[in-house]
């Protein structure tokens, strides 16, 4: 049973895991209703109705009905740069200034926004049970929201959290914006929709953009990007991106139609277990994945017929590209690096599958999850993956990355568009979030200007060998069950051991009920780097054998009470079971990760030596990668 992991705190090992979780999340965790959440003010009693930013009141109670759409006369200092023009062939032009921060003022419920941006995706939801089986399910709600653009107002527009895991944000949550989605053909001026990103894991702010743009200078179909202040109802959000979506007028626009099947990659690929987690973005009633099982079977070509049989598939010299620029820009968490942020798009032209960038947030660095990785190349993905060990695609993609560096990256003009940027942006911030905006920007020009000589350097040598093997999935299928019950005092922890109170545990892992007997419950404030100013309980026991059984709950404080059921889901507690050998030895077998489960408190109180009594049950996953 278990997988042999050793480590002090198995809770540790699951935290890095996911955290990586293969790279795709980056530095950050799932955020969590704490005492840190400063966005939202008490508004229990606070009326719908709220001015907006350009001085009018906007009825918000019965914006689901109310679907004008008004043109104000105020003037607004920051969104007097948008300039409509309601017969423009493109509408969304307007919104792609480079030279503009458009102001975007949101009015919505109180209690609509504080449920929106609450709304989260938790680890399981992402790598639990058979997670290759499909996409990861949407799980946002769609709100009925005002919103005000450079002095339009559209009422009723639908406005929801986005996100896949690391941008995830309670205090200023990615948003998307859909004016027609409950008014059929409702726009503002012409555009159907915005994607505001919060840039979570760039404290500089402008990766999407700088990257985009330099994408779309190497001749790669890449959304447009410009800037917003982003306001919601009294609360200024600060400065997001404002992303194109990547939807019918993107794809008209670059490829000449929109008729062809649209599918978003996350953690997904062209080998088998991977090509169902290929989302279907258009036609979706049409789920003829044919085009990408025709890529996975081209890579199975011999090395002689290689080249042609993608080339037949995909648009290889596009792809070429594409995967130069996502190494010479450091976007790890694309398709090349992380199997993840890729559209693909099956252009019906010719029936050849299109690479699109997405999730440019976590660039002009090295790889996160990849600390070994060579500069000049990264792959993980089966195409890139089996194109770099085949002579001719690795001479094909060599040469690729030697013509955007003669032909597109100009290190004066990159820093300079990165001056131009932070300008720009950060007249906008606050004082307390400049230094780090300074250090994030110093950072990009310093990549920029060494990343020349760090390619050239490698590729002068032949390229280097990739070693580091293709990226895989992280899934945590269902194992087994626990079960346990405690009563105990708070305060008491482990290093009393065999003191604290009473408990019992039941644990079946592959079938196999493994007995535990003389249990000890402990119950205490969070005392490392994973669990501070939370409440942890613990129950240790002994099997057979002798060695030690330790399972482990942990959550928010406030949870702490009697009477109402909490889930065990890892957006309020999250829990794991192992076994030591010998108990505070450094060597842990973790048989599992708590999940589906329930924990109720009979009597519970986090006063010192006050009574916590209580049971719980859940569902254990395999976190073997």
Known sequence: MGNGRTGRLPVAEILVA??????????????SDDATDTTTADTTDADLTDTDTDGDVIDTADADTDTTIADTTDTDTTSSCVRFDPGAADPEAALFDPGCVIDVAITIPFGDWDALRHETRNVIDVVGGDCMAGPRPDIFDWYAADVTIGGQVVRGAG??????????????????IEFDRFVPGQKLVGVERLTLNNMRQDPGIINSCLAYGLMTQMGIAAPRCAFARVRVNTFDLGVYAHVEAIKKPFLRRHFGSDDGNLYEGTISDFRAGFLATWEPKNNEDDLDRSALERVATALDAPDDALMDALDAVIDLDGFLTFWAAEVLLGHWDGYAGNINNTFVYVDPSDGRLRFIPWGAD??????????????????????????????????????????LLAEAWDESAIAAEIDRMAALVGAELPPSTQSAFALAIESKKVWVEDRR??????????????????????????????TGHFDTVWGTTNAQWPGGGVGALTVVVDGVTLEVGNVRANAHDGNTADTEGEAV??????????????????????????????????????GWVARARVFDDESFELLGAMSAGELHFDVASTWSNEVIRGRFSATLLDTTP
């Open 18 to 31: 996911l955290t990586l979780l293969n790279g795709a999340c980056a530095s950050d965790t799932v955020p």
């Open 159 to 176: 406005l929801r959290k986005k996100g896949f895991l690391g941008s995830l944000d309670v205090d200023r949550p990615s948003l998307k």
């Open 362 to 403: 976590a660039l002009f660095t090295a790889p996160a999850n990849l600390t070994d990785a060579p500069a000049s190349v990264l792959a993980r993905g089966a195409l890139a993956n089996r194109l770099y060990a085949h002579p001719a695609g690795r001479a094909a993609y060599h040469a690729k990355l030697r013509k």
């Open 453 to 482: 000589a760090a390619i050239e350097a490698e590729l002068a040598n032949g390229g280097p060998a990739w070693t580091l093997g293709l990226a895989e999935a992280l899934c945590w299928p269902e194992t087994g069950t626990i």
């Open 537 to 574: 309980l613990e129950l240790i026991g002994q099997a057979p054998d002798g060695s030690y059984v330790i399972a482990q709950l942990i959550g928010p404080l406030d949870a702490v009470q009697a009477g109402p059921t909490v889930p065990i889901d890892w957006r309020t507690f999250r």
